[in-house]
T-cell receptor
Framework: DTAVSQTPKYLVTQMGNDKSIKCEQNLGHDTMYWYKQDSKKFLKIMFSYNNKELIINETVPNRFSPKSPDKAHLNLHINSLELGDSAVYFCASSPYTGGFPDTQYFGPGTRLTVL | AQKITQTQPGMFVQEKEAVTLDCTYDTSDPSYGLFWYKQPSSGEMIFLIYQGSYDQQNATEGRYSLNFQKARKSANLVISASQLGDSAMYFC?????????????FGQGTRLTINP
């Protein structure tokens, strides 16, 4: 009965490779997000989607491309990985009520290590 | 400018004592929300408690309560009767942005260690 799930949990790859992280939520939420947590534990939003539509793109490099095939899924594809992309990536979702997204529930995170 | 400030990088508390984690925020928006999340060493982000800017009463959830002082722009988390399992990073966050395009802005976090 996992609410927000992400795969894989760990991802170790070489510089220059392309990789994807998948996220699924079974909460029936309309809005989904990607956050990045750096080595100092600082969390920052990257993207948000509402019902498959991109809402927020927080000046993330073009190498990062989110895709939402339906409102329960939000995947993150990263091209040409760089050392600085090493971080923990969190997916989150929230209901959308009266125009205001509500409490965000996070997935377990994906720890990406670029060598 | 930092919108969410957590001034305590680390705190050490004796088990069963109460602990207050500080959070101050900066916004000119009359409508906003404040959240606290817990991140244990296993890494997941766990939602603890929410306070809306128009809520008249301080939020409470079990052993967690939020000391909301709007005029001072502070939203401190109070954990009563601390337990060893409360050892974790704690993040304060504020919901900001225009209607329909909102996001959470996080503070730097406070690492809480509960000593037996």
């Amino acid at each position: 009965d996992t609410a927000v799930s992400q795969t894989p949990k760990y991802l170790v790859t070489q510089m220059g490779n392309d990789k994807s992280i998948k996220c699924e939520q079974n909460l029936g939420h309309d809005t989904m997000y990607w956050y990045k947590q750096d080595s100092k534990k600082f969390l920052k939003i990257m993207f948000s989607y509402n019902n498959k539509e991109l809402i927020i793109n927080e000046t993330v490099p073009n190498r990062f491309s989110p895709k939402s095939p339906d409102k329960a899924h939000l995947n993150l594809h990263i091209n040409s990985l760089e050392l600085g992309d090493s971080a923990v990536y969190f997916c989150a979702s929230s209901p959308y009520t009266g125009g205001f997204p509500d409490t965000q529930y996070f997935g377990p995170g994906t720890r990406l290590t670029v060598l | 400018a930092q919108k969410i400030t957590q001034t305590q990088p680390g705190m050490f508390v004796q088990e069963k004592e109460a602990v207050t984690l500080d959070c101050t925020y900066d916004t000119s928006d009359p409508s906003y929300g404040l959240f606290w999340y817990k991140q244990p060493s296993s890494g997941e982000m766990i939602f603890l408690i929410y306070q809306g800017s128009y809520d008249q009463q301080n939020a409470t959830e079990g052993r967690y309560s939020l000391n909301f002082q709007k005029a001072r722009k502070s939203a401190n988390l109070v954990i009563s009767a601390s337990q060893l399992g409360d050892s974790a990073m704690y993040f304060c966050a504020m919901r900001e942005g225009q209607k329909g395009a909102q996001k959470l802005v996080f503070g730097q976090g406070t690492r809480l260690t509960i000593n037996p």
